[in-house]
């Protein structure tokens, strides 16, 4: 039995839009990615202010919000990953906007 690898070129995010309730991701390719904001606990919780205040991050891997700390790349979208935070971390990251 032979098997080979595919090397699959993930592109690269070009911009971002955050809406009440949709991530939507241009891609280098051409492609725009839409996944439910529901897969992002922090983004949810974030002001409109702060989901729109993003920067590319790895040449456009992925995408990264300084004000609530969120990651997300590009590649996770396209495999359709939600976000991976355990509900302990993400519990005690909510305690402590509602402290600020």
């Known amino acids: 039995m ?3 690898a595919i090397k699959v070129e993930v592109p690269n995010a070009e ?3 955050v809406t009440e309730d949709t991530l939507s991701v241009d891609l280098s390719d051409g492609r725009t990615i839409s996944v439910p ?3 992002f606990p922090r983004l949810v919780h ?3 202010e702060e989901r729109n ?3 590319l991050i790895g040449k456009g891997q992925g995408i990264h919000w300084e004000a609530i700390d969120e990651d997300i790349s590009v590649e ?3 495999a359709g990953k939600p976000s991976g935070e ?3 971390s993400f519990k005690k990251w909510l305690g402590q906007r ?3």
């Open 86 to 88: 355990s509900q302990a």
């Open 98 to 100: 509602s402290l600020a």
């Open 76 to 78: 996770g979208l396209l």
């Open 53 to 55: 205040n993003w920067r």
């Open 46 to 48: 974030a002001t409109s």
């Open 15 to 17: 911009n971002a839009t």
């Open 2 to 4: 032979t098997t080979s």
């Open 37 to 39: 904001l529901s897969w």
